[in-house]
Antibody, heavy 121, light 110 residues
């Protein structure tokens, strides 16, 4: 059974940094792309970033490009999102997700329960 | 790129059918067969209901079906049940390697 468990969320001041983690189990982590998707309070879903199974290719939404960095550690079966220069508008629940197959990258099928990031002074 | 366009709300009585539309462009919905539909209940993570336009993951009732015509994808829920009341989001792969979501549709079972 695929399991994704996010952690690392919390309250941070504007301009601050935070690193989110997503612990994966139940599948061969290094074979699957991974993604981060966020949802601001009371709002819709927004894709944030994706990374290939090897980690060699990364993709970002324009809204976070240059501020967020996605990475993965296959020895720990863990996905990361390093967030810097945080803004109030980055406040959201952040979900990690993975596809159903090893071929696609942008096809979130399995989702974690999410971790809340609040950016406020 | 802009988000995909969904109606903010939809409704139907138990047993009826309801269709939710998702309109994009030729650079996303119309250009690729990577359209997805998610169901989200309050406080919960999204759940995949349809992938690659019309495929259903195991465990999803066959009352849920997906289709696409041109730049518009659709989710149809047949034989509405009270448990279908939720928010529904469409999503599509878009050119330049990104993923777009619709604004979401709140489905109410009357």
């Amino acid at each position: 059974e695929v399991q994704l468990v996010e952690s690392g969320g919390g309250l941070v001041q504007p301009g601050g940094s935070l690193r989110l983690s997503c612990a994966a189990s139940g599948f061969t982590f290094s074979s699957y792309a991974m993604s981060w998707v966020r949802q601001a309070p009371g709002k819709g879903l927004e894709w944030v970033s994706s990374i290939s199974g090897s980690g060699g290719s990364t993709y970002y939404a324009d809204s976070v490009k240059g501020r967020f960095t996605i990475s993965r550690d296959s020895s720990k079966n863990t996905l990361y999102l390093q967030m810097t220069s945080l803004r109030v508008e980055d406040t959201a629940v952040y979900y990690c997700a993975t596809p159903r197959d090893t071929v696609t990258t942008f096809s979130p099928a399995y989702w974690g329960q999410g971790t809340l990031v609040t950016v406020s002074s | 790129q802009s988000a995909l366009t969904q109606p903010p709300s939809a409704s139907g009585s138990p047993g009826q059918s309801v269709t939710i539309s998702c309109t994009g462009t030729s650079s996303d919905v119309g250009g690729y067969n990577y359209v997805f539909w998610f169901q989200q209940n309050p406080g919960k993570a999204p759940k995949l209901m349809i992938y690659e336009v019309s495929k259903r993951p195991s465990g999803v009732p066959d009352r849920f079906s997906g289709s696409k015509s041109g730049n518009t994808a659709s989710l149809t829920v047949s034989g509405l049940q009270a448990e279908d009341e939720a928010d529904y989001y469409c999503s599509s792969y878009a050119s330049s390697n990104n993923l777009l979501f619709g604004g979401g549709t709140k489905l109410t079972v009357l």
